[in-house]
Antibody, heavy 119, light 111 residues
Framework: QVQLQESGPGLVKPLQTLSLTCTVSGGSISSGIYYWIWVRQHPGEGLEWIGYIHHSGSTSYNPSLKSRITISVDTSRNQFSLRLSSVTAADTAVYYC???????????WGQGTLVTVSS | QPVLTQPPSVSGAPGQRVTISCTGSSFNIGAGYDVHWYQHLPGRAPKLLISDNSNRPSGVPDRFSGSKSGTSASLAITGLRAEDEANYFCHSYDSSLSGSVFGGGTKLTVL
């Protein structure tokens, strides 16, 4: 089973781009059986699915965030990334990376990283 | 508001049984999509407890069980232990979102 670890700045200024990376260990991100996912949790609230990228390169994003999101894969570093543009305080959340072997299957999760949007 | 509804909190004494409900709609649980349950401790990665409504992964005690009926699912924990004190949340797929949806989480307190 793969292990996942998020990394990136803990503080982002309003209107800037939030960039996070998830490092995959214990397996290859090039495997065709995995979906690579981002999820976030606003303070005191439930989890919100952000989107995924598959090894094939296909992506699917939450419609509420679609215009601001890019999820990409770096196979050379065994990492995948999230970019969220034009952030506001409403984007302050704990961001989790996750993976799954099937479209409807359960996730394996990272431990999450808090990103605060503030000037 | 979370798409899947859970009670904010439940509690029980050691040794007792508690259940946590997860209520969805015809776009997710009611459409037949599987429900997964996780245990989440602060600062830790969520841990899978139940997959595909009622399957326990290897290493998960049989004190944990899951069920699903209609637009709802439930997680039952028997023989409560102090170590069970954590946040629990459910997870399914939603056809209107074309993506995953989650419950708001339930804080279990062992009295």
């Amino acid at each position: 089973q793969v292990q996942l670890q998020e990394s990136g700045p803990g503080l982002v200024k309003p209107l800037q781009t939030l960039s996070l990376t998830c490092t995959v260990s214990g397996g290859s991100i090039s495997s065709g059986i995995y979906y690579w996912i981002w999820v976030r949790q606003h303070p005191g609230e439930g989890l919100e699915w952000i989107g995924y990228i598959h090894h094939s390169g296909s992506t699917s994003y939450n419609p509420s965030l679609k215009s601001r999101i890019t999820i990409s894969v770096d196979t050379s570093r065994n990492q995948f990334s999230l970019r969220l543009s034009s952030v506001t305080a409403a984007d302050t959340a704990v961001y989790y990376c996750a993976s799954t072997s099937g479209y409807y299957s359960p996730y394996s999760w990272g431990q999450g990283t808090l990103v605060t949007v503030s000037s | 508001q979370p798409v899947l509804t859970q009670p904010p909190s439940v509690s029980g004494a050691p040794g007792q049984r508690v259940t946590i409900s997860c209520t969805g709609s015809s776009f997710n649980i009611g459409a037949g999509y599987d429900v997964h349950w996780y245990q989440h401790l602060p600062g830790r990665a969520p841990k899978l407890l139940i997959s595909d409504n009622s399957n326990r992964p290897s290493g998960v005690p049989d004190r944990f069980s899951g069920s699903k009926s209609g637009t709802s699912a439930s997680l039952a924990i028997t023989g409560l232990r102090a170590e069970d004190e954590a946040n629990y949340f459910c997870h399914s797929y939603d056809s209107s979102l074309s993506g995953s949806v989650f419950g708001g989480g339930t804080k279990l307190t062992v009295l």
